[in-house]
């Protein structure tokens, strides 16, 4: 803790001397506004405890997981404390802390073989366990994203590879006309690559839009994330790319008369049935 203003805790502060108590910046603002609280008195319960003289405001820290949060928070010397017996013993170390832990515990052991312990972990494995809730809501919240990746894939797939199908006809009487095979498919490929631009364009600006309403959601991760805008970009964009240029290139290899018939006749070029019938002769 950094202290703002008034004194540290000191050896004095026992359980027979008078009762003293520090304040984060929070809950000075809430209870005393613009006067300085060094020297009021406050109490857990006015009723059944005495008061208690504040010696110090300390800055606001993270006190209930890793996320910032503006709570009010008052701490008491470990011997003046009326809480529930125990404590919690940070320790830091220069070595891994899995390796002393034995240590630790021997330690503690010394001083009073009988004393529990329990809940022996790292301040990493600390922060993790705080973000229990939002790791499970990243997790499914990923698994609906990449769903809906997948839907926009195949549909992207299916709206361009059918518009390019029903082009058949116009590409053949292309080709009739002299037009080469790379040639077709380089003009169906940028016709659908403004389309796709467009689209991803827009779509990008709403997925910008809408990040910002799950912003306090994230931890680690900006809400115009490049990586993640980058990743889906280019499946989209491999997505469109496969679904532009097999169309167009077997409607490329189509014999030009056959495309011709299918523009003229209005044939479905998925299916094309040749009906024969057989005539009588004399």
């Known amino acids: 803790m950094h202290l703002v203003g008034g004194r540290d805790f000191t050896d004095r502060d026992t359980e027979g001397a008078p009762r003293v108590a520090a304040i984060n910046q929070t809950m000075a603002k809430h209870f005393f506004g613009a006067r300085n609280p060094i020297g009021e008195r406050i109490a857990w319960d006015a009723g ?22 503006r709570t009010d928070a008052m701490f008491t010397p470990f011997l003046q404390s009326k809480a529930e017996p125990g404590a919690t013993l940070l320790v830091r170390t220069v070595a891994q802390p899995s390796r002393v832990a034995g240590e630790i515990r021997a330690a503690i052991r010394a001083v009073d073989a009988k004393i529990p312990q329990f809940d022996l972990a790292t301040m990493d494995q600390q922060a993790e366990n705080s973000l229990a809730q939002e790791r499970l809501v990243a997790i499914l919240a990923s698994a609906f994203g990449v769903l809906a990746l997948g839907l926009a894939a195949i549909g992207l797939y299916g ?13 053949g009487v292309r080709m009739a006309l002299g037009a080469e095979r790379g040639r077709i498919v380089r003009l169906i490929l940028g016709e659908k690559a403004r389309l796709v631009a467009v689209g991803m364009a827009v779509g990008i600006g709403i997925a910008l839009a809408g990040a910002r309403g799950v912003e306090k959601m994230l931890y680690g991760v900006k809400p115009a994330d490049a990586w993640s805008i980058g990743i889906a970009v280019a499946i989209l964009s491999g997505v469109a790319l496969i679904a532009g240029l097999l169309p167009a290139r077997r409607a490329s290899r189509v014999e030009p008369m056959v495309a011709i018939v299918i523009e003229l006749f209005d044939v479905d070029p998925h299916c094309m049935v040749l009906r024969a019938a057989s005539v009588p002769t004399g």
């Open 48 to 69: 059944s405890e005495p008061p208690m003289t504040i010696v110090a405001v300390v800055r606001d820290f993270k006190i209930f997981g890793v996320h910032p949060n």
């Open 159 to 171: 709206v361009l590879s059918s518009g390019v199908a029903e082009r058949t006809g116009e590409i």
